[in-house]
């Protein structure tokens, strides 16, 4: 079972879970007595509450098998029902049915369900992380990525894959129940050995790319197994002209919505930050956009003024460059929002990698990290699929991290998934991820 098809079960398993919830408690509610018509009444307005609930269990990650950790399951349901419970209470009061007034029950609604959910998710991952579910793999290529998705098969062994056998080369030794082979697309250069594993396709094994399965287990490239024949492969032919025209209606469309409410908080922000810290309020920088076209990025200023007297360089975790306000300004994302400018002119879009410095990539990224250039086959975003999932990059060694999530993105590009990114970005700006 793929893990998309994972995530639909859990989906579906919280919709339905919700709803016996809700015919519980209005059993509570009538004394222990079944009523189907006082529960059929609740049905149509709950559907409504229900739907927003599940938005808000996506942007707490409680659907995204990749990232998710059990660890931290508690508190994401805990805050997430909170939130719910908050949208209901407010929702019933400024809504009114004829003979519903549940809100006094949503507290047993909201209890009744997180214990449900709770519940299911223990059996679920339990369910999923029983080894005789597993596909036995037998991984051949390079060693950093085969250990990066060992270490996340370990941290999530529901995502249905096991390991049980890896090295550099092949050496023909396949262990006992191995059902897939996956090998490094550099390897492909050695005909004798390539033809040696196409053959297997005829015992029963099934074989993938070691960047494919490295896709599916940790949702990025490694650029370590990449070579010049996967990026004429998988990023050779652009996506369709309707996919692009899509993109900008709803980058164009996002932004200006946006753009009302923000305008009122800068109406306010703006008086105080120039008693605060002074002019100027915003700065620009060039930053390379879309195939390499540099353009001017413009920013709220979170830094001194003299941050760059001594020319450009990264931010550091607790920089002192940073203004104290300023740190406020890049843990609520406010001093983005002025790119909304960039969007609606076309040099940006709502999603996409984040745009950097061309003196940056010239001295330090390009020279040091293969492939580089490959991120700007997509216009720049103000969010990414690097961002929601990979913490703010302070090195090169973070940038060929966010660089991995970047071409992932690249590949796998759609509408579909900037809604995820976006749904994600909100969680980021809410828990302060990412700065």
């Known amino acids: 079972m793929t893990n998309q098809l994972k995530s ?8 339905l879970l919700l709803y016996l919830a809700l015919f519980i408690t209005t059993f509570i509610y009538k004394d222990l007595e079944y009523h189907p018509v006082f529960f059929a009444k609740h049905i149509a307005p709950f559907s409504l509450v229900f739907s927003a609930w599940i938005i808000i269990f996506f942007i707490e990650g409680m659907y995204s098998l990749r990232t998710f950790k059990q660890t931290g399951f508690i508190v994401s349901l805990i805050r997430g029902s909170i ?5 209901a209470f407010i929702f019933f009061y400024l809504v009114q049915f004829d003979g519903i007034t549940p809100r006094k029950n949503i507290f ?11 519940i299911y998710r223990k059996l679920y991952f339990k369910l ?4 005789g579910l597993k596909i036995k793999t037998y991984a051949i290529g390079d060693v950093n990525s085969i250990d990066e998705i060992k270490q996340n098969l ?6 249905g894959f096991e390991i049980v056998k890896s090295e550099k080369e092949y050496s023909g030794d396949i262990p006992k129940g191995t059902k897939l082979i996956a090998i490094d697309r550099k390897l ?5 050995i390539i033809q040696k594993i196409i053959s297997l396709l005829n015992n029963n094994y099934d074989l993938i790319d070691l960047t ?31 996919y692009w025209l899509s993109k900008n209606i709803l980058d164009r469309i996002t932004a200006l919505i946006i753009f009302i409410p923000v305008s009122l908080i800068y109406i306010f922000l703006i008086p105080f930050l120039l008693i605060v810290s002074g002019r100027p309020i915003f700065y620009s920088q060039i930053r390379t956009g879309i195939r390499n076209k540099p353009f001017r990025i413009y920013k709220l200023r979170t830094m001194t003024v003299d941050a760059e007297e001594n020319g450009a360089k990264w931010a550091t975790p607790k920089d002192a460059r940073v203004t104290p306000i300023g740190k406020f300004l890049r843990m609520t994302r406010l001093d983005e929002f002025p790119q909304l400018w ?19 990539i010239a001295e330090k990224l390009e020279t040091t990290i293969p492939f580089y250039s490959y991120r700007h086959l997509v216009k720049p975003g103000v969010t990414g699929w690097a961002q929601v999932n990979f913490r703010y990059g302070y090195s090169e060694q973070d940038s060929m991290e966010k660089l991995q999530y970047d071409l992932y993105y690249i590949k796998n590009k759609s509408i579909w998934l900037d809604i995820k990114i976006i749904l994600k970005t909100i969680k980021t700006v809410i828990t302060g991820m990412g700065h």
Do not use: H
């Open 342 to 360: 960039n969007i609606l002119n076309g040099d940006m879009s709502l999603v996409g990698p984040r745009p950097e410095r061309p003196e940056i």
């Open 8 to 15: 639909i079960l859990l989906i579906l398993g919280d919709i």
């Open 108 to 118: 047993i609604l909201v209890t009744l369900s997180s214990a449900l959910i709770f």
């Open 128 to 131: 999923f992380s029983y080894k």
């Open 188 to 192: 492909f250069s050695d005909k004798e």
């Open 83 to 87: 939130l719910n419970a908050t949208i």
């Open 212 to 242: 494919q399965l490295s896709e599916l287990i940790t949702g990025k490239i490694p650029v370590s197994a990449l070579d010049e024949s996967w990026f004429l492969q998988n990023c050779g032919l652009q996506s369709s002209r309707g």
């Open 154 to 159: 370990q941290e999530r062994p529901y995502l």
